[in-house]
């Protein structure tokens, strides 16, 4: 089945530094990719996606490039704000689309 | 906007009792879906629905029910709440048909077994 590993947890920045986490997935077919956020008390939300290997998706200045050859789908940021403090979570789509598999989120906390 | 609105926000259920967990959506969503969040474990899928009068299985069904009997409503319930059960709930809505369509989730509801 699908299945979807995120880098271990919890990473803690001080503001200004590079964020990667790491993301890596096994599908069968040509799943689409997608990294959501959850910040305090909220539910979570979509904070970018690419659906073809090569793709890259970005918002919010994260990205994260839809790599087949790794099976990855690293999540990175140039410089991060204490405002980015959230936990976030890789997930995949099979063909349908009606089933997301999410990896287990790793928790940001982004010091002044 | 409303979006998608889950009722209660925390529950204390003691072992055997049974509740349901509400969920409706104002975007006219035909994908409706409830996950549980666990520590470690990210958000596991326990039953989606495509429209009204159709539901399917997730990842993590046994103990829950679903129905579907209009487009806004999709109430998850326990029958025989267990300690395993203790979690955060959340509802989840998107357009169906749109494989890479985002997904909107409610704020979550967090219940307690004991």
């Known amino acids: 089945g699908n299945s979807v590993t995120q880098m271990e947890g919890p990473v803690t920045l001080s503001e200004e530094a590079f964020l990667t986490i790491n993301c890596t997935y096994t599908a069968t077919g040509y799943p689409s990719l997608f990294w959501y956020v959850q910040y305090p008390g909220e539910g979570l939300q979509l904070l970018l996606k690419a659906t073809k290997a090569d793709d890259k998706g970005s918002n919010k200045g994260f990205e994260a490039t839809y790599r087949k050859e790794t099976t990855s789908f690293h999540l990175e940021k140039g410089s991060v704000q204490v405002s980015d403090s959230a936990v976030y979570f890789c997930?995949?789509?099979?063909?349908?689309?009606?089933?997301?598999?999410f990896g287990e989120g790793t928790q940001l906390t982004v010091n002044p | 906007n409303a979006g998608v609105t889950q009722t209660p926000k925390f529950q204390v259920l003691k072992t055997g009792q049974s509740m349901t967990l509400q969920c409706a959506q104002d975007m006219n969503h035909e994908y409706m879906s409830w996950y549980r969040q666990d520590p470690g474990m990210g958000l596991r899928l326990i039953h989606y629905?495509?429209?009204?009068?159709?539901?399917d299985q997730g990842e993590v069904p046994n103990g829950y029910n679903v129905s579907r009997s209009t487009t806004e409503d999709f109430p998850l319930r326990l029958l025989s709440a267990a300690p395993s059960q203790t979690s955060v709930y959340f509802c989840?809505?998107?357009?169906?048909?749109?494989?890479?369509?985002?997904?909107?989730f409610g704020e979550g509801s967090r219940l307690t077994v004991l």
């Open positions: 997930a995949l789509t099979e063909t349908s689309g009606s089933r997301l598999t």
């Open positions: 629905s495509v429209g009204a009068g159709i539901t």
């Open positions: 989840a809505s998107k357009q169906a048909g749109e494989k890479t369509g985002e997904l909107f």
